[in-house]
Every structure is written in C-alpha cells, then in structure tokens.
C-alpha cells in the first residue's frame, strides 16, 4: 500500500519553509522559484500547487506547498536545477522580509519522511558522508567512493547502523 502511495507522488515535489501569505498566487512563486533556479517553470506543465496542513495542529511553521508536474522528468530536472543552484531563499523569490531558506524535496508519504530523518541521524552518528532520496528510495554512502545503500526500512537501517558499531574502533 506505502509503495503505491509513494508511486502515486512520483511527480510531485514537495516546498517546505515558504512563507504563508493571505491571497498568495502560488502558482506565481513556484515559477519565481524557477527563474531563480534557472528553470522555467511553464504553468502548463503544473497540474494541481497547494498547501497542506501540519500533522500536529500546535505546528507554527508554514504550511508546505505540493505541486504536481505534468511528468515524473519534469519533476526530475526541477530538483536538479535546485540542487545547482545551492540553496534558494525568498529574497531571490521576491517575498519580502528577512530572507528565509526554501527547501525543494521529493514528495514522500509520512512513513518515508520519518524514516529519512532516522537515516539522516543515523548518518550524523555514524560519519556517514550523504544521505539523499532518488525516485521514492532512501540513498546512503559513507564516502565519495564507497557503494551506495539503498534503505527500504527501519531493518535495512538497524543493520547499518549493527555493521556500523561492529566496525567502529573501540574506544581507548
């Protein structure tokens, strides 16, 4: 069922930290994203942009944004464009105020965000060097060159973690 959700996303990227405004054009800013990011972002190829609400009701945060694209590519290349440019903030998007981060993400279901946050904690602890998502999947390598780890669940985490600890050198 989780795997089907997920597909359902496959076209969908996810903005968090966006300032919320009464009477925002939505569709306006994402295509100021793209100019930032040096992607044009056609309204055509935007199928549905809005706001979710929190989980936990006590959440001040704004609301992120989801936008579905015409195509899983599209979507694709959205985020390699953000990735090159190294950041957004809202300055460059044209919302006023002090500049805030924008974060541009793949769209996951809940069980996969609470998983990704565990890897990236379990990358922190563990000097794990990247920690990404591809197309749904959780990535981890532990450097440049070492293989890439494909983390489907919690178990293919706490095994990580295990071989981890087994080949951490004991402390003096």
């Known amino acids: 069922m989780d795997s089907m959700d997920q597909q359902s996303r496959q076209c969908n990227i996810e903005i968090s ?3 919320e405004k009464r009477g925002e ?3 306006e800013i994402l295509q100021n ?6 992607f044009s972002i056609p309204q055509k190829d935007i199928i549905a942009i809005h706001r ?3 989980m936990r009701s006590d959440n001040n945060t704004p609301k992120n944004v989801v936008v579905k694209f015409t195509s899983q590519t599209l979507r694709s290349n959205v ?3 953000y990735r090159l440019a190294k950041g957004l903030t809202t300055d460059q998007v044209g919302i006023s105020g002090a500049p805030n981060r924008i974060y541009l993400n793949e769209h996951l279901i809940f069980s996969k965000k ?3 946050r565990e890897c990236r904690s379990a990358a922190k602890q563990h000097n794990y060097k990247h920690t990404w998502v591809r197309n749904g999947t959780i990535l981890m390598r ?10 489907y669940s919690s178990t293919d985490l706490k095994k990580l973690r295990a071989r981890a600890e ?3 050198p004991n402390a003096p």
């Open 52 to 54: 979710v609400p929190h």
């Open 166 to 168: 087994q080949n951490a």
């Open 33 to 38: 994203i793209g100019t930032a990011i040096k």
């Open 25 to 27: 054009n939505l569709v």
């Open 142 to 151: 532990e450097t440049d060159t070492s293989p890439v780890l494909k983390i």
């Open 114 to 116: 609470l998983l990704f």
């Open 17 to 19: 930290n966006l300032p």
């Open 79 to 81: 985020l390699s464009a």
